[in-house]
């Protein structure tokens, strides 16, 4: 089974009221059923999308492949005996790019091209936390607003883009490309690989390809969405495996509440007993989440929202 794909032109303004009813339905459907869903026709450009592969390659090649093959992460594999797992590691190289943090510059066009891509997924994202807006009946902004502290007028909200390569492994079966997890946050946005797959999401105990498709985006929500949806929507445990031939790109945008922010289900989807103190999901500030997560992010995420009720 693939995971389900969705036409987003069909919730712009040049769908019909139908086309546009029965999209929103199934975005509802995949984000109550699955968590992950994939973006045809998102708004991004192909010439765009081309160029971000070519410089997200030749970073790779340029900046980091040979520091990879001489890290201690690819000698302990190397001499690791057969059969044994190498635990506690991600075969993964990765960088994080945010607005006022060092972006690589050696790699020509790298630091142009992925500005105007981040400047395109800030507008997706909006795109889609709007549908999700109005798919539970709030109103519209309410996302965005939770996630920048109720001020939609400045904006506060994390948004960083993880640059990640998973190179060709050689002894696969003996190590993960990056461990199974939910994401902490609120919307995440990942272009990934046309040809390499790896990436699985777990639904109903199984574990799913996320299968390539050319140019798409693929979303997937975080724990904050689940929070603020009151479970409707639920954040889904998902890895990538290691392979032994190509080498995947990954390009993964987050578009989280600020640090400060106050993450609690929205009123509008809770009940009268959920409304009882220990009921349901809690009310905290997304740092302490953050705190909690960075040391439990590979351990169910149940532990972590009744850990922050606790703060």
């Known amino acids: 089974m693939a995971i389900?794909?969705?036409?987003?032109?069909?919730?712009?303004?040049?769908?019909?009221?139908?086309?546009?009813?029965?999209?929103?339905?199934?975005?509802a459907k995949y984000c109550e059923e699955w968590?992950?869903?994939?973006?045809?026709?998102?708004?991004?450009?192909?010439?765009?999308?081309?160029?971000?592969?070519?410089?997200?390659?030749?970073?790779?090649?340029?900046?980091?492949?040979?520091?990879?093959?001489?890290?201690?992460?690819f000698k302990s594999l190397s001499d690791l005996p057969d059969g044994q797992m190498l635990e506690n590691v991600d075969w993964e190289d990765v960088i994080t790019l945010?607005?006022?943090n060092e972006w690589p510059s050696h790699t020509p066009g790298f630091k142009e091209t992925m500005t105007e891509y981040r400047a395109e997924l800030r507008k997706l994202a909006d795109q889609v936390m709007e549908v999700m807006d109005e798919n539970l009946g709030l109103p519209k902004g309410y996302i965005k607003n939770a996630f920048n502290s109720g001020n939609g007028e400045e904006e506060e909200a994390f948004f960083g883009t993880k640059v990640s390569h998973y190179p060709p492994c050689p002894k696969p079966e003996q190590v993960t490309g990056l461990r199974a997890h939910t994401d902490a946050g609120g919307v995440v946005m990942l272009f990934q690989d046309d040809v390499v797959g790896g990436l699985e999401v777990l639904k109903d105990g199984e574990w799913f390809d996320v299968q390539p498709m050319k140019n798409s985006i693929v979303i997937n929500t975080g724990d904050q969405i689940e929070v603020l949806s009151n479970g409707r929507y639920k954040s889904a445990w998902h890895r990538v495996?290691?392979?032994?031939?190509?080498?995947?790109r990954s390009i993964a945008s987050f578009y989280n509440p600020s640090m400060k922010a106050t993450i609690a289900p929205a009123p509008q989807l809770v009940g009268e007993?959920?409304?009882?103190?220990?009921?349901?999901?809690?009310k905290f500030v997304f740092g302490d989440y953050m705190s909690v997560y960075a040391e439990q992010k590979f351990e169910p995420k149940e532990?972590?929202?009744?850990?922050?009720?606790?703060?």
């Open 4 to 27: 389900p794909v969705v036409d987003f032109s069909k919730v712009g303004n040049g769908a019909s009221s139908e086309e546009r009813a029965a999209t929103m339905a199934l975005i």
């Open 35 to 73: 968590g992950f869903f994939q973006l045809a026709n998102h708004g991004i450009s192909e010439e765009l999308l081309e160029r971000v592969k070519k410089v997200c390659t030749e970073f790779f090649k340029l900046e980091r492949e040979q520091n990879f093959k001489q890290s201690p992460l």
């Open 98 to 100: 945010l607005d006022h």
């Open 241 to 248: 495996q290691a392979k032994p031939d190509g080498n995947r």
């Open 273 to 282: 007993e959920e409304g009882v103190e220990g009921f349901g999901y809690p």
């Open 303 to 311: 532990p972590r929202f009744q850990a922050v009720r606790a703060m």
